[in-house]
C-alpha cells in the first residue's frame, strides 16, 4: 500500500518536516510518482527495525516527544498488560503455538487464526533481529480494546529462528498492538532495545515480569530524559 507524506508523518506520530528529514538523513525508503513522495508500509517497518536499533532519534523526537507521552511508557505498559512466560518449545512453529495457546484467550484473540498468521509472517521474513532476540508480530490482526500487549517468551534452549546471523534465539517479544501507530512505535522500542547489551542479556538469562517491568520502566525513562535533555 502506498502511503502519502502526510499519512507517514501521522502513523510515526511525528512532523512532516521530520519524515522528510529521516529521508534524507537515515534513507527512510520512499519514491516519486508525478512528483509526490510516496512511501511503502512494509518497507517502513523493515527500516524501523533495521534502524530503530541504532539510533534512538527514532524512537523520541524532542519536537513531537513531551514528557507524559503515550510513547514514554509504551513498553512498559504493554509488558504490565502481558506476561513473561518461560517456554518447552524447541521449534519456531512450536514456539508460536505454546505461546498463542497460553494468552489467546486473554487477548481476546482466535488461537489458530493467531499462530497461522504469525507463522505466515516468519514464512515473509524471519522477525529475528539478531542479538538471539525476535518479535513475533503480524499487523493483519490488531487486537480489540485501548491497550498494547508484549508477551515475552523465554524458551529454556534457544530456537532456530532463520536469524541472518545464524544465532539461535534466547528471547521472544511477542507484540500485540491494538492500532497501526503503536505497533510501529513498540516495534522500535524492541529493536532499540537490543542494542543495550547488558540488559537484553540479563533478560535472555530469565527473568520474572515484576523485575523485568522495573528494567523496563527505568530504560524509557531515561531515553525519554536523554530527548528531553537535547540540544
Given at each position: ?34 512528483g ?17 536499533s ?21 513498553l ?53 533481529l ?88 527505568d ?13
Open positions: 500500500m502506498d502511503l502519502k507524506l502526510e499519512e507517514v508523518a501521522s502513523l510515526l506520530h511525528v512532523s512532516i518536516s521530520t519524515v522528510e528529514r529521516w529521508v534524507q538523513e537515515f534513507d527512510l525508503p520512499s519514491y516519486r510518482l508525478q509526490q513522495l510516496l512511501f511503502s508500509r512494509a518497507e517502513i517497518e523493515r527500516w524501523i527495525l533495521q534502524e530503530s541504532k539510533n534512538d532519534d527514532l524512537l523520541f523526537n524532542k519536537e513531537e516527544n513531551q514528557e507524559g507521552s503515550w510513547q514514554t511508557f509504551s512498559y505498559r504493554a509488558i504490565h498488560k502481558g506476561d513473561v512466560v518461560f517456554i518447552e518449545s524447541s521449534s519456531r512453529e512450536g514456539a508460536i503455538d505454546e505461546v498463542i495457546s497460553h494468552v489467546g484467550k486473554d487477548l481476546g484473540i482466535d488461537r489458530a487464526t493467531m499462530v497461522e498468521l504469525l507463522i505466515d509472517r516468519e514464512k515473509l521474513m524471519t522477525t529475528a539478531g542479538a538471539e532476540v525476535a518479535i513475533p508480530h503480524t499487523r493483519e490482526c490488531l487486537i480489540r480494546g485501548p491497550h498494547d500487549v508484549v508477551v515475552v517468551a523465554l524458551p529454556r534452549k534457544p530456537i532456530d529462528w532463520k536469524a541472518l546471523d545464524n544465532k539461535g534465539v534466547k528471547a521472544l517479544f511477542f507484540l500485540f498492538a491494538c492500532d497501526d501507530k503503536r505497533h510501529l512505535n513498540l516495534l522500535a522500542k524492541i529493536a532499540h532495545l537490543t542494542s543495550n547489551k547488558t540488559l537484553i542479556e540479563k533478560i535472555k538469562e530469565g527473568v520474572d515480569k515484576n523485575t523485568l517491568m522495573h528494567w523496563i520502566k530504560w524509557e525513562q531515561t531515553l525519554s530524559q536523554k530527548v528531553l535533555t537535547r540540544v
